[in-house]
């Protein structure tokens, strides 16, 4: 009988807006991309490309500094029409207008049976895919001179309004095989698959070779690999642990059997805003007014959100989609004022802590907004954290630890084995309105410089 590793801790926040199962592939021609290069922590850009430049899909537009053999390539072809510089001249966008008709730069084809761990991991550094493999400890794309200890693929999602992954690979099934099998001769051993015991269907994940097959069950986090890796095979001090969406193996597929960098993807549109969730079938880097233009409920003011709404990114209803995420959320912003605030009987109003009546009605979903409900406060040790994050570790000590930049501490509490999205639901239910994820990213950059 199979085993399922079923996890208790956690919450699955119901909200308004979950994605429906209608796919829609363009009928007209998108034209406004960008790439971010912030998204990439730890990386620094230097540029390879100049405004008004001509670009093949797959050719580079900037590269690591620390790294130089990590590139960063085009999804489209076409000229780069601006490069958008933030603060201190951090740059945060290379836009670029696409051809009507997609130019691919020719990598060539790599045949399974003349897959090597050399060759793959050439390959994908040549094509711009490297960065897309993200390594344990610190969150950072991994090190191309490294050999991870295992790579895991997490094939469900169970953040908020989290698109069903099942959906990205149907149709991509040879595809996904094919970036498993490249991955699996990275790591020298098989991948580790995380499946959902009950939601997951696609036999591309049930059925996948080259793949050790782990089943899950329980409420958010659960789909996050940051849990699995932890109850499958725990990160120690020293090892290093490489994860990749699955997303991005069916590119990586595409890449060994086309030839060719095909960013083509499968982004979910959700939010209790939207008029017609669904998902869309388009390219890495889409400006999200394409997908939102005569779609946003009017009368509203609203937050877009590249990602989930609780470890996405803020953009603009024109903004551009992250390299990572496969989501646009869209929510109301809280710019109102709840009448008697917390001493209304609240039936309409999701409270973790029952300080509303709603939790008499625990399958309700909710129209929830960007409203914090009150001001930063002291941050003090409720026992709240440990109900919603299926970890062996303290993490209210671990939080104390990064904020005084405790090495020893740290290190002893666990931070080789997170990331900012493992305490997305701690910042949820935070009464202290403290920017938790904000804190485990710096104390990850911090540890990183002090023992590399």
């Known amino acids: 009988m199979e085993k399922v590793i079923k996890l208790r801790k956690g919450l699955d926040i119901k909200i308004e807006g979950s994605p429906d199962s209608s796919l829609d592939a363009p009928t007209v021609s998108y034209t406004r991309y960008a790439l971010k290069p912030a998204a990439f922590y730890g990386m620094h850009p230097k ?11 797959g050719e580079p537009l900037f590269f690591d500094k620390n790294h130089p053999e990590i590139v960063l390539t085009s999804p489209v072809s076409g000229v780069v029409e601006e490069i958008v510089y933030g603060p201190r001249r951090v740059i945060e966008e290379i836009r670029i207008t696409a051809d009507e008709k997609p130019q691919y730069k020719d990598f060539g084809v790599l045949e399974q049976k003349d897959f090597t761990a050399e060759k793959v991991r050439e390959k994908l550094l040549q094509a711009g895919l490297w960065a ?6 610190f969150d950072l794309p991994a090190d191309p001179a490294g050999t991870p200890r295992d790579i895991f693929v997490s094939a469900f999602d169970t953040a908020p309004l989290a698109p069903d992954l099942d959906m990205v690979v149907r149709g991509q099934e040879e595809y996904f095989q094919a970036g498993i099998d490249a991955l699996a001769k990275l790591a020298g051993k098989k991948v580790h698959l995380g499946v959902h015991h009950l939601k997951t269907a696609s036999k591309a994940y049930l059925e996948c070779k080259n793949a050790e097959i782990h089943s899950f069950e329980g409420p958010h986090p659960c789909g996050n690999v940051g849990i699995q890796i932890h109850h499958v095979a725990p990160i120690n001090k020293g090892d290093t642990v490489w994860y990749v969406h699955p997303q991005d193996v069916v590119i990586m597929g595409r890449l060994f059997m086309k030839g060719v960098y095909d960013a083509t ?11 017609k969730t669904g998902y869309h079938k388009v390219i890495a880097g889409l400006n999200v007014s394409y997908l939102l233009k005569d779609n946003l409920k009017l009368g509203t003011d609203v937050r877009v959100v590249s990602g989930n709404i609780l470890t996405g990114t803020q953009i603009q209803a024109d903004g551009y989609l992250g390299p990572y995420d496969h989501l646009v959320s869209v929510i109301p912003e809280g710019k109102r004022f709840r009448f008697m605030g917390w001493m209304t009987p609240g039936l309409n109003t999701y409270s973790y802590s029952r300080t509303f009546f709603s939790w008499l009605f625990p399958n309700r979903r909710y129209r929830m907004d960007t409203n914090l409900n009150g001001g930063e406060r002291a941050f003090v040790l409720t026992g709240q954290f440990e109900k919603v994050l299926p970890m062996d570790i303290y993490p209210m000590q671990l939080l104390k630890a990064c904020i005084a930049q405790d090495i020893e501490n740290m290190e002893a509490l666990g931070i080789y084995e997170v990331s900012p999205e493992d305490f997305a639901l701690c910042e949820f239910i935070d009464a202290s309105k403290i920017e938790i994820q904000k804190i485990v990213r710096e104390g990850l950059e911090f540890i990183h410089k002090e023992v590399q």
């Open 47 to 57: 540029l390879s490309v100049q405004p008004q430049q001509r670009v093949l899909a």
């Open 132 to 137: 897309f493999i993200r390594q344990r400890p």
């Open 265 to 275: 993807k499968v982004v979910a549109v959700a939010g209790s805003e939207v008029l």
